[in-house]
């Protein structure tokens, strides 16, 4: 059964930056889109960013593009997630997801595999 650990998260000031890292074991990695969600309180759990098998494609929600970058090292099973210029409104917790389809989704209901998320709050 595939496993996700994410890891990275804090407590960072306004226009500072962190990086989330997602470990993945019990899966085949390398054959899954894999996908950065968050969820703030309230609210209902949102796409931040998603990327191919491979790493050569990736998508990102607008409120994030040009901000953040998602990677992937498919030899150590690990996504990344690089946040910069955080916003208050990035706080939340954060969730890796790994999904079996093809396409990258952005969706949750596309993702079968999904981590214990890891709280980002940014202070102004």
């Known amino acids: 059964q595939g496993q996700l650990v994410e890891s990275g998260g804090g407590l960072v000031q306004a226009g500072g930056s962190l990086r989330l890292s997602c470990a993945a074991s019990g899966l085949t990695f390398s054959r899954y889109v894999m996908g950065w969600f968050r969820q703030a309180p309230g609210k209902e759990r949102e796409f931040v960013a998603a990327?191919?098998?491979?790493?050569?494609?990736?998508t990102y929600a607008d409120s994030v593009k040009g901000r953040f970058t998602i990677s992937r090292d498919n030899a150590k099973n690990t996504v990344y997630l690089q946040m910069n210029t955080l916003k208050p409104e990035d706080t939340a917790v954060y969730y890796c997801?790994?999904?079996?389809?093809?396409?990258?989704?952005?969706?949750?209901?596309?993702?079968?595999?999904w981590g214990q998320g890891t709280q980002v709050t940014v202070s102004s």
């Open positions: 990327i191919s098998w491979s790493g050569s494609s990736s």
């Open positions: 997801a790994a999904g079996g389809q093809t396409w990258i989704g952005r969706r949750p209901s596309e993702y079968q595999y």
